[in-house]
């Protein structure tokens, strides 16, 4: 082993991240550019693309011949569509946030040797696959299935109570699909949580929600914010969860995308939107950047 | 993050431009999911020595988009009659000429000079059927012989009704209702189809591929569907129907057709030619559902499946193949369908 100056080793270190950058490269920014420069052509007659530059992808999502009269009109179509998925994706990640958050402070409070079998709890439902879970909650919550059964049975309701193929049955598998990922990130700041500075809270007379306020929260800023960015960023392209849970008659984003390479025969129309949902996610990441940077500052 | 993301879509890339290895003695064939009777496949292995792997699709849509973007390493692949016509317009398949082959002879003359293949230089035929929809008599004792039961039903149906996730099946189907032709680009025609659809929604608790699973699960009684698949649901449950419409009924083939860029095409036109012979076209409907297009088949099937009232339309049932309509029609049913759905 020589012995490197910090200039030689810094330089060593950059090599080291050569065949990182090369991956990235290839397989990260090459597509991104495919999907870039597909967005901006005009889509063949039978799906494919036709090589002239055109905007029409773009300034479909906002504007439209009407369908009846061709005049050039603002609709909003595809804004419903993206405010849908937003929509289900908020409520997601807050549901998440309420319920999660419990969650992980319980298991952080455990004994360490607990602790592990407590995650391991949490992560068990990643053995299986996302489809098969997402088909067992329509088992669970179709018409007859064993929730409206039971209820039935115990004599709580008479006719059955409508929850498949409905909004909330989206909701409640993507709550379900991604609650981990909630779980995961908080745990991991709570369990930074020195208990000595609640215990100063109290002996300071702090009530019990100033310190959660004013103590445990601002120190799992950080697990919150990267927890709730885990659980809306996948939610916001789901594909297979509403697909199956939502009946096919609500498109969200993610089928909406699909759609467009498909039956429409449009791919510039589906590049279009991919990336208007990229740049969404972009934003939503900007935030946390700046949230994160903030969180740090508040813990000190 | 955005590394992590990155990283993420470079393990996919990997994923996806995998292909398997090609060797002598190898056929690949993608065809839709369930439809592919894997006694057909054993009996081609066994007489030509070819190792076959079938992989599935649930749409023409899904496959055209996989065969466009390249090096699938597939060599058959059995497109509806409109994909053909798409497929043969844009170059993608090879032309085998099938009606130079040994068994060319069987096949029924009236599916010969078809619209997607004048003279069959590409394709044979798999299976065709119609589609309508089928009803669980069980649950709906009225009357059912119109595809307006889709679209006006009676209140006990009113919520109860599934449609398929295919535009074209759904569209064509609200033309059928509103009397209009299909593809028509006139406006007025439009509105009226697109008024029907979007009157329509309410009634409709799904709109999915998986019409088998909705009907036996209670989910919905009514299910717009092939006819194979209402055969498969009337022997899985009795009070099944399947509904020939007065009105003109939508029909489709699905066409073995070999790709230009496939790796072992002697294979793939041994398979052409082994789908024409009757018996082998006879296993093929036996476990799919469907009729075929080959003469003298009937023989070698089952006799409560060569009787089935499925496969056996009334003698006043009329069908219609529909071609692909053009660009400008799609894209304004590309917007009436995201309108339906949005």
Same mark, same amino acid.
């Not at chain 1, 906002?62 to 061709?70: H, P």
């Not at chain 2, 999911?33 to 592919?36: I, K, V």
């Not at chain 2, 390249?70 to 060599?75: I, K, L, S, V």
């Given at each position: 082993m020589s012995v490197a100056g910090p200039e030689a080793e810094a330089r060593q270190r950059r090599w080291l991240t050569l065949p990182a950058v090369a991956v990235i490269t290839l397989f990260g920014v090459l597509p991104l550019v495919i999907v870039v420069v597909y967005s901006l052509l005009r889509s063949a007659p039978y799906g494919g693309v036709e090589w002239t530059f055109s905007t029409d992808a773009y300034v479909s999502f906002?504007?439209?011949?009407?369908?009846?009269?061709?005049t050039l009109q603002f609709h909003a179509d595809y804004l419903l569509i993206y405010g849908r998925s937003l929509a289900f994706s908020v409520v997601t990640t807050f549901v998440c946030l309420i319920l999660g958050f419990p969650t992980a402070y319980f298991i952080a409070t455990r004994p360490v040797a607990t602790r592990q079998i407590w995650l391991l709890l949490v992560t068990?439902?990643?053995?299986?696959?996302l489809l098969i879970r997402t088909l067992a909650i329509m088992l669970l919550i179709r018409d007859d299935g064993l929730v409206n059964n039971g209820l039935m049975w115990l004599g709580v309701i008479d006719t059955p109570f409508v929850m498949i193929f409905t909004d909330f049955a989206i909701v409640l598998g993507l709550f379900y699909s991604f609650l981990p990922f909630m779980v995961l990130p908080l745990f991991s700041s709570l369990e930074k949580l020195d208990f000595r500075l609640v215990e100063a809270g109290f002996d300071l007379y702090a009530n019990r929600f100033q310190v959660l306020t004013r103590i445990i929260l601002p120190i799992a800023r950080p697990g919150i914010v990267a927890g709730c960015l885990l659980v809306f960023i996948p939610c916001i392209g789901a594909y297979v969860t509403p697909l199956i849970l939502g009946g096919g008659k609500h498109l969200m984003i993610g089928s909406l995308i699909a759609e467009q390479f498909g039956s429409a025969r449009n791919w510039p129309m589906g590049a279009a939107q991919a990336l208007i949902l990229m740049a969404g996610v972009l934003v939503a990441l900007w935030f946390y950047g700046r949230n994160a940077r903030r969180g740090v500052a508040h813990a000190r | 993050m955005t590394g992590r993301v990155l990283k993420l879509a470079a393990g996919l890339a990997l994923m996806l431009g995998a292909t398997p290895a090609m060797a002598k003695g190898e056929l690949h064939i993608y065809n839709w /999911?369930? &439809?592919?009777n894997p006694k057909l496949i054993e009996k081609f292995e066994k007489l030509y020595d070819v190792k076959v792997t079938v992989d599935d699709y649930d749409s023409n849509e899904t496959m055209l988009a996989k065969v466009r973007a /390249?090096?699938?390493? &597939? @060599?058959i692949v059995v497109p509806s009659d409109y994909t053909v016509k798409i497929m043969i317009a844009d170059g993608?398949?090879?032309?085998?000429?099938?009606?130079?082959? $040994?068994? +060319?002879?069987?096949? #029924?003359?009236? +599916?010969?000079?078809? &619209?997607? @293949?004048e003279g069959r230089n590409y394709t044979v035929p798999w299976q065709y059927g119609i589609t309508t929809y089928a009803v669980n008599t069980d649950k709906y004792k009225g009357p059912a012989d119109s595809i307006s039961l889709l679209f006006a039903p009676p209140p006990e149906l009113k919520g109860r009704i599934n449609m398929l996730e295919d535009m074209n099946s759904v569209i064509h189907a609200a033309e059928r209702f509103v009397g209009v032709p299909r593809c028509s680009a006139d406006k007025a025609d439009l509105k009226k189809v697109n008024d029907a659809l979007m009157a329509a929604k309410p009634f409709w608790r799904t709109i999915s591929y998986d019409t088998s699973t909705k009907m036996a699960s209670g989910d919905v009684d009514v299910t717009q569907t092939w006819n194979g698949m209402g055969h498969r649901m009337r022997v899985a449950n009795p009070a099944v129907r399947f509904v020939f419409t007065k009105e003109v009924m939508e029909a489709f083939m699905d066409n073995v057709a070999v790709l230009?860029?496939?790796?072992n095409i002697e294979n793939a036109k041994l398979f052409q030619n082994f789908m024409m012979e009757p018996e082998n076209a006879a296993l093929a409907s036996e476990f799919a559902g469907y009729d075929n /297009? #080959?003469? /003298? $088949?009937?023989? +070698?099937?089952p006799e409560e499946f060569a009787n089935a009232p499925e496969i056996n339309p009334p003698a006043s049932a009329t069908t219609e193949f529909v071609p692909p309509c053009p660009p400008a029609v799609v894209e304004t049913y590309n917007k009436i369908w995201t309108n339906l759905l949005k």
């Open positions: 906002l504007y439209q011949k009407d369908i009846f009269d061709d068990i439902p990643f053995w299986s696959n | /999911g369930d &439809y592919t /390249g090096n699938t390493g &597939y @060599d993608m398949l090879a032309e085998t000429k099938p009606n130079t082959m $040994s068994n +060319f002879k069987n096949m #029924i003359p009236r +599916f010969v000079n078809v &619209y997607w @293949d230009k860029d496939a790796k /297009g #080959i003469t /003298g $088949s009937h023989k +070698f099937l």
